[in-house]
């Protein structure tokens, strides 16, 4: 069983059916498959914004900078850290939102030792706002994250079961991979997380986990380390 996991759950997963928006199915959901583990385990969250907002390719559509775009995508991911607490909480769990940066009257800044009093207290602490900074993809916000809290893997929950050596919808042919080593990743281009997320997490050691979040207790099974999905290491 993991002591300390950080779930990295992805802007597009939330909007379920939908294209975009914040599916509200999909959140009570979510909502009951973390019920699950609550007791079980300390849990962080870092949560996408590409169902509000996603600041690299939106930012090519319209008249707008990267930089610019970047931060409107922060401001998405806290948007669904907003509605993401209130369902917690809702449903009898404590959460607490510490941010990348702060808003006044919403939620504090982030700080390792913020984050590891309250997880500590068994509260799920929801980190949205990525790294504050333009250029850095949530993958690696989940990274530097896990990093500081010392947890002991990050659990991607993603809409596939998996990485595959190539795209399993356009080849029918495509491999699974039960395991897969950072190097090899990198090597291959297997963009389920960005190369800078990759990097930090080979260099640091720190495992994770992808597997699908759409099939239900999968979460509760990456939890207690069942073998599902792939599992990234060195």
């Not at 909502?31 to 907002?53: A, F, P, Q, R």
């Not at 559509?61 to 907003?82: E, V």
């Amino acid at each position: 069983m993991l002591k300390r996991v950080l779930l990295k759950i992805s802007g597009e997963a939330l909007s379920g059916k939908y294209d975009a928006g914040l599916d509200s199915a999909m959140l009570d959901y979510l909502c009951e498959e973390i019920k699950t583990i609550y007791d079980k385990v300390e849990l962080s969250i870092v949560m996408g914004g590409g169902n509000i907002y996603r600041g690299a390719s939106g930012s090519l559509k319209k008249n707008i900078k990267r930089s610019t775009g970047d931060s409107m995508g922060m401001l998405a991911t806290t948007m669904n850290a907003l509605a993401i607490r209130d369902c917690f909480i809702s449903n009898g769990m404590h959460a607490t939102i510490l941010g990348a940066f702060s808003i006044d009257g919403m939620f504090e800044k982030f700080s390792p030792i913020k984050a590891n009093n309250l997880l500590n207290q068994k509260n799920i602490v929801l980190i949205p706002g990525g790294t504050s900074n333009p250029y850095f993809t949530t993958d690696t916000a989940s990274v530097l994250r896990a990093l500081e809290i010392e947890a002991d893997v990050i659990l991607k929950a993603t809409n596939v079961d998996g990485v595959y050596d190539s795209d399993p919808k356009k080849n029918s042919d495509a491999k699974k991979y039960d395991e897969l080593s950072f190097a090899l990743a990198i090597e291959k281009r297997l963009m389920i997380m960005d190369i800078t997320a990759f990097s930090m997490a080979m260099h640091n050691d720190l495992n994770i986990r992808i597997f699908d979040m759409n099939k239900k207790g999968n979460i509760y099974k990456a939890v207690i380390d069942e073998s599902i999905g792939t599992l990234i290491s060195n």
